[in-house]
Protein backbone atom coordinates (compact mmCIF):
# COMPACT_ATOMS: atom_id res chain seq x y z
CA UNK A 1 0.00 0.00 0.00
CA UNK A 2 1.10 3.47 -0.61
CA UNK A 3 1.45 6.59 1.83
CA UNK A 4 -1.84 7.89 2.80
CA UNK A 5 -2.38 11.59 1.39
CA UNK A 6 -5.57 14.15 2.57
CA UNK A 7 -7.94 14.03 -0.25
CA UNK A 8 -7.87 17.95 -0.72
CA UNK A 9 -3.94 17.57 -1.31
CA UNK A 10 -4.72 14.67 -3.76
CA UNK A 11 -6.74 16.84 -5.76
CA UNK A 12 -4.94 19.78 -5.62
CA UNK A 13 -1.79 17.35 -6.58
CA UNK A 14 -4.24 16.64 -9.84
CA UNK A 15 -4.27 19.77 -11.01
CA UNK A 16 -8.04 20.07 -9.92
CA UNK A 17 -7.99 22.91 -7.27
CA UNK A 18 -6.92 24.49 -4.63
CA UNK A 19 -6.88 22.67 -1.24
CA UNK A 20 -9.57 25.14 -0.25
CA UNK A 21 -11.95 24.85 -2.97
CA UNK A 22 -11.74 21.16 -2.38
CA UNK A 23 -12.45 21.16 0.63
CA UNK A 24 -15.52 23.37 -0.11
CA UNK A 25 -16.98 20.84 -3.02
CA UNK A 26 -15.96 17.97 -0.42
CA UNK A 27 -18.74 19.74 1.81
CA UNK A 28 -21.03 19.89 -1.17
CA UNK A 29 -20.75 16.40 -1.74
CA UNK A 30 -19.13 16.79 -5.25
CA UNK A 31 -15.99 14.23 -3.87
CA UNK A 32 -16.64 10.21 -3.86
CA UNK A 33 -14.00 7.74 -2.82
CA UNK A 34 -14.91 4.17 -3.72
CA UNK A 35 -18.95 5.23 -4.04
CA UNK A 36 -18.69 6.77 -0.73
CA UNK A 37 -19.27 10.40 -0.03
CA UNK A 38 -15.87 11.72 1.14
CA UNK A 39 -15.17 13.71 4.19
CA UNK A 40 -12.79 16.80 5.16
CA UNK A 41 -9.70 15.34 6.14
CA UNK A 42 -10.08 11.79 5.25
CA UNK A 43 -7.52 10.06 3.79
CA UNK A 44 -6.99 7.87 0.88
CA UNK A 45 -4.80 5.63 -1.36
CA UNK A 46 -3.84 7.01 -4.87
CA UNK A 47 -3.00 3.55 -5.82
CA UNK A 48 -6.30 1.90 -4.31
CA UNK A 49 -8.73 4.07 -4.10
CA UNK A 50 -10.92 4.96 -6.81
CA UNK A 51 -11.47 9.50 -6.55
CA UNK A 52 -14.58 11.26 -8.35
CA UNK A 53 -14.70 14.13 -8.97
CA UNK A 54 -17.98 16.11 -9.83
CA UNK A 55 -18.83 12.90 -11.64
CA UNK A 56 -14.88 12.14 -13.19
CA UNK A 57 -12.67 9.75 -12.04
CA UNK A 58 -9.66 11.59 -10.83
CA UNK A 59 -5.96 10.34 -12.15
CA UNK A 60 -3.08 12.27 -11.40
CA UNK A 61 -0.86 12.58 -14.75
CA UNK A 62 1.61 14.94 -13.05
CA UNK A 63 2.34 17.32 -16.05
CA UNK A 64 2.25 20.35 -14.35
CA UNK A 65 2.40 23.38 -16.44
CA UNK A 66 2.90 27.40 -15.70
CA UNK A 67 2.03 30.42 -17.65
CA UNK A 68 2.44 33.44 -17.31
CA UNK A 69 -0.47 36.13 -19.23
CA UNK A 70 -0.65 39.48 -20.04
CA UNK A 71 -4.02 39.90 -19.32
CA UNK A 72 -5.56 42.71 -21.82
CA UNK A 73 -8.59 45.08 -20.28
CA UNK A 74 -11.87 43.63 -21.10
CA UNK A 75 -11.18 40.21 -20.27
CA UNK A 76 -12.54 37.75 -17.49
CA UNK A 77 -10.34 36.08 -15.44
CA UNK A 78 -12.75 33.02 -14.53
CA UNK A 79 -12.14 30.16 -16.01
CA UNK A 80 -15.67 29.37 -17.60
CA UNK A 81 -18.51 31.85 -17.67
CA UNK A 82 -22.37 30.82 -18.07
CA UNK A 83 -22.47 34.85 -20.35
CA UNK A 84 -19.27 33.53 -22.84
CA UNK A 85 -17.73 36.23 -22.30
CA UNK A 86 -13.49 36.10 -23.42
CA UNK A 87 -11.72 34.68 -20.40
CA UNK A 88 -8.12 34.44 -19.80
CA UNK A 89 -8.61 30.78 -20.47
CA UNK A 90 -8.72 31.41 -23.87
CA UNK A 91 -5.14 32.57 -24.50
CA UNK A 92 -3.56 29.59 -23.57
CA UNK A 93 -3.56 26.00 -24.63
CA UNK A 94 -6.46 24.05 -23.86
CA UNK A 95 -4.95 21.03 -23.11
CA UNK A 96 -4.11 20.37 -20.44
CA UNK A 97 -6.83 22.02 -18.43
CA UNK A 98 -5.80 24.84 -16.10
CA UNK A 99 -7.07 27.57 -13.79
CA UNK A 100 -6.29 30.88 -13.33
CA UNK A 101 -4.40 31.89 -10.04
CA UNK A 102 -6.69 34.56 -8.46
CA UNK A 103 -8.12 37.17 -10.12
CA UNK A 104 -7.72 40.37 -12.11
CA UNK A 105 -11.38 42.06 -12.18
CA UNK A 106 -12.62 42.99 -16.11
CA UNK A 107 -11.29 46.14 -16.65
CA UNK A 108 -7.55 45.79 -15.05
CA UNK A 109 -4.76 44.30 -16.72
CA UNK A 110 -1.81 43.06 -16.48
CA UNK A 111 0.45 39.48 -15.09
CA UNK A 112 -1.86 36.69 -14.20
CA UNK A 113 -0.45 32.89 -13.87
CA UNK A 114 -2.55 30.30 -14.98
CA UNK A 115 -1.46 26.57 -13.67
CA UNK A 116 -3.05 23.42 -13.28
CA UNK A 117 -1.11 22.69 -9.91
CA UNK A 118 -3.20 22.99 -7.05
CA UNK A 119 -0.47 23.20 -4.43
CA UNK A 120 1.34 26.30 -6.34
CA UNK A 121 -2.05 28.20 -6.48
CA UNK A 122 -2.80 27.48 -2.64
CA UNK A 123 0.56 28.69 -1.74
CA UNK A 124 0.58 31.97 -3.71
CA UNK A 125 -2.89 32.85 -2.96
CA UNK A 126 -3.58 32.30 0.65
CA UNK A 127 -3.22 35.63 2.89
CA UNK A 128 -0.37 33.31 5.65
CA UNK A 129 2.16 32.79 2.87
CA UNK A 130 2.74 36.72 2.39
CA UNK A 131 3.62 36.51 -1.61
CA UNK A 132 3.51 39.60 -3.19
CA UNK A 133 1.78 41.03 -5.87
CA UNK A 134 2.52 44.30 -6.89
CA UNK A 135 0.46 46.58 -9.17
CA UNK A 136 0.43 50.31 -10.95
CA UNK A 137 -2.39 52.12 -10.26
CA UNK A 138 -3.76 55.73 -11.79
CA UNK A 139 -6.11 57.49 -9.93
CA UNK A 140 -7.53 60.79 -11.22
CA UNK A 141 -8.39 63.04 -8.37
CA UNK A 142 -10.48 66.03 -7.50
CA UNK A 143 -8.31 68.31 -5.01
CA UNK A 144 -5.55 69.29 -7.15
CA UNK A 145 -3.57 69.98 -3.73
CA UNK A 146 -4.17 66.21 -2.35
CA UNK A 147 -1.05 64.97 -0.52
CA UNK A 148 0.22 62.11 -1.58
CA UNK A 149 1.85 61.34 1.72
CA UNK A 150 -1.77 60.78 3.00
CA UNK A 151 -2.25 58.73 0.79
CA UNK A 152 0.27 56.65 1.45
CA UNK A 153 -0.54 56.63 5.26
CA UNK A 154 -3.85 55.71 4.38
CA UNK A 155 -3.34 52.82 2.75
CA UNK A 156 -0.23 51.42 4.84
CA UNK A 157 -2.85 52.22 7.95
CA UNK A 158 -5.59 50.21 6.00
CA UNK A 159 -9.65 50.95 5.13
CA UNK A 160 -11.95 48.86 6.83
CA UNK A 161 -14.62 48.16 4.12
CA UNK A 162 -17.65 45.36 4.52
CA UNK A 163 -15.98 44.67 8.17
CA UNK A 164 -12.73 43.68 6.19
CA UNK A 165 -9.61 45.98 7.29
CA UNK A 166 -7.81 46.02 3.32
CA UNK A 167 -4.47 47.59 3.77
CA UNK A 168 -1.46 47.56 1.38
CA UNK A 169 2.32 46.35 2.44
CA UNK A 170 4.27 49.15 0.59
CA UNK A 171 2.53 51.73 -1.01
CA UNK A 172 4.40 54.75 -3.33
CA UNK A 173 2.22 57.78 -4.44
CA UNK A 174 3.37 60.77 -6.79
CA UNK A 175 1.50 63.30 -8.46
CA UNK A 176 1.31 63.93 -12.25
CA UNK A 177 3.14 67.38 -12.87
CA UNK A 178 0.43 68.99 -14.63
CA UNK A 179 -2.66 66.65 -14.49
CA UNK A 180 -4.84 65.96 -11.81
CA UNK A 181 -4.05 62.38 -11.59
CA UNK A 182 -1.75 60.36 -8.98
CA UNK A 183 0.28 57.64 -10.05
CA UNK A 184 0.18 54.98 -6.98
CA UNK A 185 2.61 51.56 -6.75
CA UNK A 186 0.93 49.07 -4.35
CA UNK A 187 2.31 45.89 -2.85
CA UNK A 188 -0.27 43.59 -1.51
CA UNK A 189 0.21 39.71 -0.56
CA UNK A 190 -3.88 39.87 0.50
CA UNK A 191 -6.65 39.32 -2.64
CA UNK A 192 -9.53 40.37 -1.33
CA UNK A 193 -12.02 40.90 -3.65
CA UNK A 194 -11.39 44.46 -5.75
CA UNK A 195 -9.54 45.47 -3.19
CA UNK A 196 -7.34 48.16 -4.74
CA UNK A 197 -10.54 49.28 -6.23
CA UNK A 198 -12.73 49.42 -2.89
CA UNK A 199 -9.72 51.23 -1.04
CA UNK A 200 -9.42 53.96 -3.97
CA UNK A 201 -13.27 54.36 -4.07
CA UNK A 202 -13.51 54.92 -0.24
CA UNK A 203 -11.16 57.85 -0.28
CA UNK A 204 -12.86 59.15 -3.51
CA UNK A 205 -10.27 58.31 -5.79
CA UNK A 206 -11.01 57.33 -9.71
CA UNK A 207 -8.90 54.52 -11.21
CA UNK A 208 -7.80 55.72 -14.61
CA UNK A 209 -5.83 52.28 -14.82
CA UNK A 210 -4.35 49.40 -12.65
CA UNK A 211 -1.85 46.99 -13.74
CA UNK A 212 -0.41 44.40 -11.74
CA UNK A 213 3.02 44.10 -12.74
CA UNK A 214 4.50 41.22 -10.44
CA UNK A 215 3.34 37.97 -8.82
CA UNK A 216 5.74 36.77 -6.25
CA UNK A 217 9.30 37.15 -7.90
CA UNK A 218 8.02 37.01 -11.30
CA UNK A 219 7.95 40.81 -13.09
CA UNK A 220 6.06 41.39 -16.06
CA UNK A 221 8.45 43.79 -17.47
CA UNK A 222 11.14 40.95 -17.97
CA UNK A 223 8.12 38.72 -19.71
CA UNK A 224 8.67 41.47 -22.77
CA UNK A 225 4.95 40.17 -23.20
CA UNK A 226 2.11 42.32 -24.91
CA UNK A 227 -1.51 41.91 -23.85
CA UNK A 228 -2.80 38.57 -25.27
CA UNK A 229 0.57 37.13 -24.96
CA UNK A 230 1.84 34.60 -23.01
CA UNK A 231 4.88 32.80 -22.15
CA UNK A 232 5.46 29.02 -20.30
CA UNK A 233 6.79 29.50 -17.48
CA UNK A 234 8.26 27.69 -14.58
CA UNK A 235 7.22 27.40 -10.91
CA UNK A 236 10.55 28.74 -9.48
CA UNK A 237 9.99 31.19 -12.30
CA UNK A 238 7.15 32.51 -9.39
CA UNK A 239 8.19 31.16 -6.10
Given at each position: ???????N?Y?S?C?IC????A?K??????????K???KI??K??P??????????I?K?????????L???RGI??S??DELG?KS???F?P??PK?Y??????K????????TND???TNV?TH??NT?????E????T??PNI??R?I???F????????I?M??D??????VI?S????I?M?????H??QI??M????????????????GKLL???????P?????I?????L
Open positions: MSELIRIKLDGSRRKDDILSGMVFVNIKAGMIDNQDEIIYKGQVNKNNKVYYAYKPISSSRVIDVSSIPVGRLDYSEGLIILGETLPKHEKEYVRVRKNDTEEKTLGGLRINNLKARVKAEKNDNVENVLHTGNRRKCDKIYLDIVKLKRIRVLSGLKLKGEYKTKKSDI
